[in-house]
């Protein structure tokens, strides 16, 4: 069903942007691997559109590798809120990022 968007947005991005290695530890949302080379991560946010996300597998990985802040970038708020269902993301704040005073490290879970 989306796969004539995941060619459109391959073939399209493929050539406004470069894609760089990561600087930092880079998780794919599919499978909770590190990508890190350039061809890793284009070849993840193409072929995410057709296959299944597995957004809390990955952020489980990130805590595991011991980060302990996430920032938000966009609009909305279901990431930030989706950390307090998850136990193990409790340890870790999030910050959004068009928020400049939730950069006080807001709890990813209030009691």
């Not at 909770?32 to 559109?49: C, F, G, M």
């Not at 957004?55 to 802040?69: K, N, V």
Request: proline share 5%; net charge positive.
């Amino acid at each position: 069903m989306l796969a004539p968007a995941e060619e459109r947005f391959a073939a399209e991005w493929g050539q406004r942007d470069r894609v760089r290695v990561p600087r930092v530890p880079l998780i794919c949302n599919m499978d909770s691997t590190p990508l890190a080379t350039a061809e890793a991560v284009r070849d993840a946010l193409i072929t995410q559109y057709t296959r299944t996300v597995h957004w809390a597998r990955g952020i489980e990985r990130l805590l595991d590798l011991g980060t302990t802040r996430f920032v938000v970038v966009g609009p909305g708020h279901f990431i930030g809120k989706s950390f307090r269902f998850m136990t193990t993301a409790r340890r870790a704040s999030v910050v959004r990022f068009d928020q400049a005073s939730s950069f006080a490290a807001e709890p990813a879970v209030r009691s």
